[in-house]
């Protein structure tokens, strides 16, 4: 079946500097590629989405670039911050109901 | 606005006892969905509904069972719960031409 592969599960990074996650997906139908942010104890919560017809796309410190051919996406941290201290899921579209399969989360720490 | 809301927030049960878990949204949302996190796995979509008196399986749908008799309420159950339903689970909602999912709180259910 469809899947999602995220990369690292763990990633410490020194505060200021840049984090990139990344994430590998299945299903060449997938259109629709999210970000969240999960920090402990709380609900997910959207940063940033990409769609299938744009290759990049910026909110302020925070980028995600798309790939489709060669099925893969990244999340861009630049000058991390202690409050970037949290899990990140990358997801990937499936279907006309737009349903979301999930990475596993990586867990970024802001070392001070 | 409460948003997306879920009751109960905790829950222990015995092996085979019974239960529900209400998800309740007031955004007018159609799509409604139930996931269940577990550590390094992510979340995986349980069921999932797009309007009022619908609903659909998700990857996991075993052991689970769903309802929506009305627009902004999910009910999520259990009939005989097992130890591998042990799990924190969250419910999300959102708009058919939106494709951002907006996350409960997440109920923590622990099977003994």
């Known amino acids: 079946g469809e899947n999602v592969e995220q990369h690292p599960s763990t990633l410490s990074v020194q505060e200021g500097d840049s984090a990139v996650i990344k994430c590998t997906y299945s299903?060449?139908?997938?259109?629709?590629f999210p970000w969240y942010k999960q920090e402990l104890g709380k609900r997910p919560q959207l940063i940033i989405d990409?769609?299938?017809n744009v290759g990049e796309k910026k909110d302020q410190r925070i980028a995600v670039t798309l790939n489709k051919t060669a099925k893969h996406f990244s999340l861009h941290i630049t000058e991390t911050q202690p409050e970037d201290s949290a899990v990140y899921f990358c997801?990937?579209?499936?279907?006309?109901?737009?349903?979301?399969?999930w990475g596993a989360g990586t867990k970024l720490i802001i070392k001070p | 606005n409460a948003g997306v809301t879920q009751t109960p927030k905790f829950r222990v049960l015995k092996t085979g006892q019974s239960m529900t878990l209400l998800c309740a949204q007031d955004?007018?949302?159609?799509?409604m969905y139930w996931y269940r996190q577990d550590p390094g796995m992510g979340l995986r979509l349980i069921h999932y509904?797009?309007?009022?008196?619908?609903?659909a399986k998700g990857e996991v749908p075993d052991g689970y069972n769903v309802s929506r008799l009305k627009k902004q309420n999910f009910l999520l159950g259990l009939e005989s719960a097992a130890p591998s339903q042990t799990s924190v689970y969250f419910c999300?909602?959102?708009?058919?031409?939106?494709?951002?999912?907006?996350f409960g709180p997440g109920t923590r259910l622990t099977v003994t």
């Open positions: 955004m007018n949302h159609e799509y």
């Open positions: 509904s797009v309007g009022e008196g619908t609903t």
């Open positions: 299903d060449s139908a997938s259109n629709y």
């Open positions: 997801a990937a579209s499936k279907g006309s109901n737009y349903q979301l399969i």
């Open positions: 999300a909602s959102r708009r058919p031409e939106n494709y951002e999912q907006y």
């Open positions: 990409i769609r299938s």
